[in-house]
Every structure is written in structure tokens, then in C-alpha cells.
């Protein structure tokens, strides 16, 4: 299924609710958060592409299960990951920190800090006409990441510098939760129109088999509670809320 054809990146449905995203260019691809290696590798050898880079937003084995087979199969590979993150990310060749700009399939990618879901998480923003934002699990449609490792006061934070980002990026998370982050969004606010439209529209998507995902940033900062949370007591209050609900 291809999204942003501007930027040719696919998604793979892997596990239980994983998006693997594939982002290609000439021939050339670059893999984000590979989870399990076996359809990418499919993919990348029916598209007859060659695997420049993966991309690791951060250490958890559901992001980073699939590195070690692709790296066999493409010794020369970049792994790219956070600097924080030698020793839970052993196989990364080029280390990033907060802010620093790589050339990535011709593009120049932005290394965007975003803690809170854990103490090193990043994100890859590309910026341009389309902008686009690989996430991980910091933002979520209609959600956020939970916080296992840092605080509310990190991840409201990042939270702040991605709604500074500008309002057409394309935003690619890891986890296809939107249907669930609604409903839940929905017991708070039932009389939000916008939050119960996003509804329809994704349930629409999901009974043709679509992915909900990507999502455009404007249009999240009307329907994402964690977005639209004015101070971080209200953040705070929302991210519990939800770590209870069911």
C-alpha cells in the first residue's frame, strides 16, 4: 500500500499492529523501524531495490527485530540511531544527536529529539515542499506514545516541537491505533465533531482494508487530545486517563 507519492513510501502491516515504512527513490530504499525482516526483504527484491539505510527511531525489539537479517543480506547498509543507544542499538554505523542533518536518499533529513516514550527516542524529519516526519512512537493518530522510560514533562515537550513543525507534514508512526485512540478521545469529549468525523473516516478506511496512517499535522492538532492539551497538567492528566482506559 503506497502513501505520498511525492515521496514513495510504502507500508508493511507486520505483527499485531507494526507499520514498517519504505521510503524509495531510483531504485534505492530506506527501511524505518524494520520490526521483522522477512517481508521487507520480499518487498525489496520483487521491486528489484537496493537498501540503502534503516532508519531506528529507538531501541524496543518490535522496531528493531528485523535489523540483524537485513544487515546480512546488505552488509553495507547504513544503520542509523541515536547516539544514546550504542549498547540497545549494538548495530548502528552512524550515530545521530539532536539536530543534526543527514543527506538521506538526496534529501536532507533533520535529527529531531523527541523523549518521553523513551530517554533517547528520535524522530526524521524531511523537509522540503512535502515534508514528512518518521515518528516511531511518540505520536500516534489521535494518541501518544507511553512514556516507559522518561517523563510527562518530555513528552509534552516533544509534543511542542512537532506541532512547531510546519502544518503539511505527512506524519508516519510506527503503530496502526488510530480506531482505538478515537474511541478513547471520544469518552472525553463525545460532543467533538471534528474527533467523531476522524472517526468515519477511519473506520471507512479500515473496512476496505486501508491503513489509517499517515496523517497530516494540521489536521491531527484538531483531533489529538494530547495535541490540543493546553499546559502539561492537562497532558499529564490525558496521558494516565489513557494508560487506564480500555
Known sequence: MEFNKAHNITGLRVLNDNVIWLWEKDKSVVVIDPSVHEPVISYIDENNLNLKAILQTHHHSDHIGGTKNLIERWPDVKVIASSKEKKRIPLQNISVDDGEILNVLGEKVEIIEVLGHTNSHISFFVNGNNPVLFIGDTLFSGGCGRIFEGTYKQMYTSLERIKLLPKNTLIYCAHEY?????????????????????????????SINELTIPFLLDEEMKI?????????????????????WV
Not at 180 to 204: F, G, M, T
Not at 232 to 237: D, N, T, V, Y
Open 224 to 244: 489529538n487530545l494530547f495535541l490540543r492539551a493546553k499546559n502539561l497538567e492537562e497532558f499529564a492528566f490525558l496521558r494516565a486517563n489513557k494508560d487506564l
Open 178 to 206: 488510530t480506531k482505538a485512540n478515537l474511541l478513547w478521545a471520544l469518552k472525553l469529549k463525545p460532543r467533538d465533531q471534528d474527533i467523531k468525523n476522524k472517526l468515519l473516516q477511519v473506520e471507512e478506511k479500515l
